[in-house]
């Protein structure tokens, strides 16, 4: 749904000589300078409340079979404009979005040789910049073999950067995130968030990654990145034809974390919904056979503790029904898991159920109890196989009424060669989402290429994986996931949209061959429901570890989608402070979080309803509470307050506070 305030288009045709051409964020504090150097090379500039973000950056690309495009242009004409859009997402932090910009095209020829033609679009928001580039259709260029892309980005001041490699530790972001200096890094993932000299805080991404491969940043020197694609096994990073344009080039802008945070600039660089017909995208929470897998509890493979079978099944979905669960994932279900399944995946099918997993009875079951199976679909990798099987392993998901998948590829490479984020890999994961959107499917994908804001134009794309989720807390040689990292985690990796972490552990004295733990308190894993989005949240531990436990009822409280969201304090890799209204009541919901270090956090609660009262059910962390020694205690208490209160939490080592707030009157 898209509801217009204003769209005031003012295009500018006209010759321009090589002076620099400057547009303004429409509140005026960010400023974006295109010009070209002697030698016609295109840069840009960036500033923001008159200060360096990005200094004279080139831009260009380099090709196979076909000259450079890099140097010796003129411009040809520019056209500026301006929009004011106000969109609703079905689900997501936000109901509403504005989409306020004002644009530059610039319009490029070479002066000599064939003349080619390349366009520069650029957008810019009170939140940042977003720019691409465009190749229209030309006789001098055709089908094409990219073979760099020549995108720099030149800060001031080596600044300090939150970052994770490239494929160096695995192929799929599932690594820890550390701060340094630029010199001190290598090639690096996007988003990639910088701590600036001049105390700004810069996160680069990309929007709209479309039939292209995904940009990851390579430094060149101490103050300097370029744009670095992820190539194809034979070495090619893109292969396309004119007319063709790139994803967006994306530049978050902000005077603190909490406006990293929240920023929508990804969002408004994606196309609106393709799909018409949205009754059937639904947020949810769910359980799962899962978690027993990763304790080896259950095996995903057949034997005497295999874990998906339709008598186990069937008691997840008795306790999902009593507890207002959504959802029962259920992996190792089908044909495959048998032997190591990880090294090849062409053992799986996905039409076949192994011979204790009645798939039709159990979808019948679970839907006299209001409740969905949620389908696993697991490859390995073996994307190939998984394609020649779609169709049908959706339309068998949808005859039994399961209406969401969660899909996996544990492996280094696709089809034992292409990189999860090439090009190869965003035709794949793009082709999966399409299918399953015909068939009236969501997906939760797992070790995914990035995300780039596709959920808007694909709304069944619910949510995804790319990073440590709880998973590590189970058999993580390093001991699992630190303190600090779900305090980093919203300044980075969920800058690129929803994330699958998996929270609600509620025991914590399980025992694992590494000595990996679940590095939190119990009030910590409250909170994280409201730090950390995804429409399709888990509880995450074992049924009976919820069993008689006052602290659940604030998950099955917790709702997976919002109306608004702030962040109203945060550190990257200290604390967090996130509220979130509900879409759904006037409720909102508070998460707070600290790293190691135990923590006072005062929360204003300016956010509320003013002339309103409100009962504020808070989980606090208890006496001694420490993640390391003594993750239990915990407190809940009610108190009356209104939108002047502040609250003062006490966070332990570790440790969090979620806070529900209800209208009284």
């Given at each position: ?17 090589e ?9 005026n ?40 495009m ?6 040809i ?27 530059l ?14 366009d ?13 580039y ?8 055709g089908k094409?073999?990219?073979?760099n ?32 200096p630029?010199?001190q ?18 996160a680069?991404?990309e ?32 292969y ?7 994803p967006w080039r ?6 603190n ?38 304790l080896?509890?259950y ?58 997993f ?26 190939k ?5 779609l169709?049908?392993a959706?339309?068998?998901?949808k005859?039994?009424g399961?209406n ?6 544990v ?14 890999g ?12 015909k ?45 600090e ?6 300044f980075?990796?969920?800058?690129s ?7 609600g ?8 061959p ?28 074992l ?58 956090i ?38 009356l ?25």
């Amino acid at each position: 749904m898209q509801k217009c305030l204003l769209l005031l288009i003012l295009t500018l045709f006209f010759s321009c000589d090589e002076k620099p051409i400057s547009i303004l964020s429409p509140d005026n504090k960010n400023e974006l300078i295109f010009s070209l150097t002697e030698k016609g090379e295109p840069q840009y500039v960036l500033s923001s409340r008159g200060k360096n973000v990005l200094l004279p950056s080139k831009l260009g690309f380099e090709f196979e079979e076909n000259e450079a495009m890099k140097e010796g242009f003129k411009i040809i004409n520019i056209e500026k404009s301006t929009a004011d859009v106000l969109w609703e997402q079905p689900w997501g932090e936000f109901k509403e979005i504005r989409d306020h910009h004002n644009e530059l095209i610039v319009h490029l020829k070479e002066k000599n040789g064939s003349g080619r033609t390349m366009d520069l679009v650029f957008r810019l928001f009170n939140d940042g910049l977003g720019f691409r580039y465009i190749f229209p259709k030309q006789e001098n260029l055709g089908k094409v073999k990219i073979s760099n892309e020549i995108t720099e980005f030149t800060f001031p001041n080596q600044e300090d950067v939150w970052w994770i490699p490239v494929h160096r530790e695995n192929s799929y972001y599932e690594s820890s995130y550390r701060k340094t200096p630029i010199g001190q890094t290598d090639t690096i993932n996007t988003p990639a968030t910088f701590e600036t000299k001049d105390s700004l805080y810069v996160a680069i991404h990309e929007a709209n990654l479309t039939d292209f491969a995904s940009m990851t940043l390579l430094k060149s020197n101490e103050k300097q990145y370029k744009s670095e694609l992820v190539p194809w096994a034979d070495g090619v990073k893109v292969y396309t034809e004119t007319p063709f344009k790139t994803p967006w080039r994306t530049v978050i802008v902000g005077e603190n974390p909490a406006q990293l945070a929240t920023s929508t600039l990804m969002l408004n660089l994606n196309e609106p919904s393709k799909i018409e017909d949205l009754s059937w995208i639904e947020p949810s929470k769910y359980i799962g056979i899962w978690w027993g897998m990763h304790l080896e509890k259950y095996t995903w493979g057949q034997g005497e503790k295999h874990g998906a079978t339709t008598e186990n099944t069937k008691k997840y979905i008795d306790f999902a029904s009593e507890n207002g669960f959504d959802g029962v994932l259920v992996e190792g279900w089908n044909v495959g898991w048998d032997g190591d399944w990880t090294a090849d995946g062409r053992a799986f099918s996905f039409t076949d159920a192994y011979p204790d997993f009645d798939l039709e009875e159990i979808c019948k079951y679970a839907a006299q109890k209001n409740v969905r199976l949620i389908g696993h679909h697991e490859t390995a990798g073996a994307a190939k196989h998984y394609e020649d099987q779609l169709e049908d392993a959706f339309a068998l998901y949808k005859k039994n009424g399961v209406n969401a998948v969660k899909t996996g590829y544990v492996n280094k490479y696709l089809n034992k060669k292409e990189w999860h984020d090439s090009q190869y890999g965003v035709r794949h994961y793009r082709k999966v989402i399409e299918t399953a959107a015909k068939y009236h499917i969501m997906i939760d994908n797992h070790e995914p290429v990035k995300g780039t804001g596709l959920q808007r134009t694909y709304p069944n794309l619910m949510t995804q994986e790319g990073g440590r989720g709880q998973e590590y807390n189970a058999w993580s040689p390093d001991g699992g996931n630190t303190p600090e990292h779900t305090t980093i985690m919203p300044f980075t990796r969920m800058l690129s949209g929803p994330f699958d972490f998996t929270p609600g552990n509620f025991d914590f004295d399980y025992k694992t061959p590494n000595g990996a733990m679940v590095n939190t308190t119990l009030a910590k894993q409250l909170a994280l429901y409201v730090i950390i989005y995804s429409p399709q949240q888990m509880a995450s531990d074992l049924p009976e570890n919820y069993k008689d436990q006052q602290a659940f009822q604030f998950i099955k409280d917790v709702p997976s989608t919002w109306e608004t969201t702030k962040v109203l304090d945060a550190q990257i890799g200290e604390y967090v402070t996130t509220v979130r209204k509900d879409r759904n009541s006037r409720n909102w919901y508070l998460g707070a979080i600290t790293n190691k270090k135990a923590r006072d956090i005062r929360a204003e609660l300016s956010f509320l309803e003013p002339d309103k009262k409100y009962e504020a059910t808070i989980y606090s962390d208890g006496k001694d509470a420490n993640y390391k020694s003594n993750p239990y205690p915990i407190i809940i208490t009610n108190q009356l307050v209104n939108n002047k209160s502040v609250l003062n939490l006490e966070l332990a080592p570790g440790g969090g506070s979620a806070i529900k707030f209800t209208p009284v009157d």
